[in-house]
């Protein structure tokens, strides 16, 4: 089971952290990604690490603001997002994966239940 938490409320320009933790199985051999959806629109690729390699992939929209990180010893993975736009708002949402390394959603086995990011201008 993913838990993702720490989104709320904030303005363009700020930054927020966005945990994923995992119960019920250990992440040391997975991949785990962030996706995103806006109202209206598809849910989309944010970033992604590979657990067991620390190889880091991010979509070019928030390339450079964005960091994805892993706590093996929490069973947590973060999304730091730095210099926030309101393009940014969406429910985000973690998955992870035994092995798919790509960017599409079908890859992914196991899912959190998502939490709100709203940036206001």
Same mark, same amino acid.
């Given at each position: 089971?993913?838990?993702?938490?720490?989104?709320?409320?904030?303005?363009?320009?700020?930054?927020? @952290?966005?945990?994923?933790?995992?119960?019920?199985?250990?992440?040391?051999? +997975?991949? #785990?990604?962030?996706?995103?959806?806006?109202?209206?629109?598809?849910?989309?690729?944010?970033?992604?690490?590979?657990?067991? #390699?620390?190889?880091?992939? %991010?979509? &070019?929209?928030?390339?450079? @603001?964005?960091?994805?990180?892993?706590?093996?010893?929490? &069973?947590?993975? +973060?999304?730091?997002?730095?210099?926030?736009?309101?393009?940014?708002?969406?429910? +985000? +949402?973690?998955?992870?994966?035994?092995? %798919? #390394?790509?960017? *599409?959603?079908?890859? %992914?086995?196991?899912?959190?239940?998502?939490?709100?990011? #709203?940036? *206001?201008?």
């Amino acid at each position: 089971q993913l838990q993702a938490s720490g989104g709320g409320l904030v303005q363009a320009g700020d930054s927020q @952290r966005l945990s994923c933790a995992a119960s019920g199985r250990r992440l040391g051999t +997975y991949v #785990t990604a962030w996706f995103r959806q806006a109202p209206g629109k598809e849910r989309e690729f944010v970033a992604r690490i590979q657990w067991s #390699t620390g190889i880091t992939s %991010y979509a &070019n929209s928030v390339a450079g @603001r964005f960091t994805i990180s892993r706590d093996f010893a929490r &069973n947590t993975v +973060y999304l730091q997002m730095n210099s926030l736009k309101p393009e940014d708002t969406a429910v +985000y +949402y973690c998955a992870a994966d035994h092995s %798919y #390394t790509g960017r *599409s959603t079908g890859g %992914y086995d196991y899912w959190g239940q998502g939490t709100q990011v #709203t940036v *206001s201008s």
